[in-house]
Nanobody
């Protein structure tokens, strides 16, 4: 069973930065895609950035390009999301998600498959 444990959320002012971490375990496949979604009340969860383990190819939602950076550790079992120049519109619960197998980063972030989910971490950006 895939387990995903997020950390790093919190409160930050507009223009500030946060880094989210997600520790992943339980994969039975050598390859997987892992990434970040966010959700605000009343809206659908959206994939904002994902990365494919085998080739480190990435996907970014247009609204976060140039501000957010996804990366992994050397073992590629922890994924980070560095978020810079945050705005109140980035306020949401952020979820780590992953799907094993030969899936692309875009596949995961578009929600086309059957992903596993972390418990979520709140990010609040004050104006």
């Amino acid at each position: 069973e895939v387990q995903l444990v997020e950390s790093g959320g919190g409160l930050v002012q507009t223009g500030g930065s946060l880094r989210l971490s997600c520790a992943a375990s339980g994969f039975t496949s050598n390859d997987f895609a892992i990434g970040w979604f966010r959700q605000v009340p009343g809206k659908e969860r959206e994939g904002i950035s994902c990365i494919k383990r085998s080739d480190s190819s990435t996907y970014y939602l247009d609204s976060v390009k140039g501000r957010f950076t996804i990366s992994t550790d050397g073992a590629k079992t922890t994924v980070y999301l560095q978020m810079n120049n945050l705005t109140p519109e980035d306020t949401a619960v952020y979820y780590c998600s992953a799907e094993a197998g030969y899936v692309t980063a875009e596949w995961l972030c578009q929600g086309w498959g059957s992903a596993s989910w972390g418990q979520g971490t709140q990010v609040t950006v004050s104006s």
